[in-house]
């Protein structure tokens, strides 16, 4: 094989993260009032379409999950060598974008570099001399020519040219999908009526007025808007640095891209964390009172007083040390980085428990007063039965909107860690050590804004549809405001 597969502990939480959805999918399609309450989030117009946006950034996550090691020449004896550096299905596909890396920082879509070097010039004369300009790119705007004055002809043409192409690619695409939606949904509503036509103008009238139970307009205007977004910088990247290059010279659009899989992960795992310390301790405090509801209160009260950003800090300071004095542990950077991912992960969850706690603690004090609770401890049924089979699922409405909602402010303490310093390992690309690199470009002269601004686009763009969708999980699951 050209290639060895690499299983980092972090893939594996993205596989069981994968197989817990799937899992609450089959479990909520069993269950009429999870099926009811999941069928008003698919009602939602703004829900769906950032579940749309959602659904693109999980993709790109997914994609940089898959690990391999490339193979290298065969050695003396003939056994395959395979290079230390890891890399996943994302870096394949988006090799160019990874192995084009200029000298330092160009703007996006320059041809020239951004800082002045000492290069050859030629005269009008023809006679060569020694000169600061801004010297042409190795890969950023090549295929341009220069004209007699040594400037770039034809850039504008060229940009708009591909954008237009990009656009009518993303029209057609947006068309076929559109059509497929309409088809499957006229076949279905003709199997239902019974009817050998199928009525193509009807259902493509409920589409456009938002008849139809779950919001597919609403998911095709979002994945119209995705595709126009997304195929010009496609088609542009495959010549240009659509949103420049770092200090090294690295393309940021290949930075963003790789670091939509640390914020997932940081969001989605710090959140299984989470859920079973918070629903556990919950419970027991609030099922069994007394002396127990005294020491989970005492702790979460604990842990409450104490500065999050300082308790992280050490916490994480804690677990860099014990990385460095183990380096035989790791075979390669990578497997060093990622679990230092997995250890800022768990330390989020641990810290971020208390809240959810102290809501399921106060559920669990109501419910545990009904009568059907009342009934089932009066006939013997075990306590651990009653909380398992009748007050859990009672709490997941409060679980579900409480970690949707708290996905968003993980992303961002990312971030936040990372710009101090405590965040993620140097070596990987996250939108933390992006924005923690653009602290000195900022004080350039003149700034270099596009690092900083890729990596807030984007990250906006993931805590807004991560928020929208919060939203609409809130409004379908919290039954004071179902109607």
Known sequence: MNFQ????WSDICVALLLAGLIGLAVFSARRPLLRAAWGRVGASRPGM??????????????????????????AGDGKAVYSVEVLSALDALASPLRERVEKTYSAPFAAHSYSRESIEIEDADGQKRQGR??????????????????????????????????????????????SAVVYALARRQ??????????????LREIGQGKTVFAWNSVLAAFGVLLLVLMPLFFLCADYHVFGTDKVGTDVFYQVLKSIRTALVIGLVATLVTMPLALILGLLAGYFRGW?????????????????VLLIAASIMMMQVVIDTHPHWFST????????LLALCFILGLTSWTSLCRLLRGETLKLRELEYIQAAQAFGVPSWRIMARHLAPNLMHIIVITLAMDFSSLVLAEAVLSYIGIG????????????????????????VWWSLSAAFAFMLALVLSANLLADAVRDAFDPRLVR
């Open 5 to 8: 597969m690499v299983v980092l």
């Open 190 to 203: 003709a199997r239902t009526l019974e009817s050998p036509e199928i009525p193509w103008r009807q259902t």
């Open 424 to 447: 993620v390992d140097p070596l990987m690309i996250s939108f933390g050590t992006m924005i923690d690199n653009a602290r000195m470009e900022l004080s350039r002269d003149p700034a």
């Open 49 to 74: 379409a950032a579940a749309t946006i959602l659904v693109f950034f999980a993709l790109v996550g997914l994609l940089d999950s898959l690990h391999y090691r490339p193979r290298l020449e065969n």
């Open 133 to 178: 300009d801004f010297p042409r790119l190795t890969y950023g705007g090549a295929h341009l020519q220069t004209d007699a004055d040594g400037k770039l002809s034809g850039r504008a043409a060229d940009i708009a040219a591909r954008v237009l192409l990009a656009f009518a690619a993303a029209a057609g695409v947006w068309v076929m999908a559109a």
């Open 292 to 308: 127990i509801d005294d020491l989970v209160q005492y702790l979460y009260t604990t842990l409450n007083s104490i500065p999050g």
């Open 333 to 340: 950077a990578a497997e060093r980085a990622d679990l230092r």
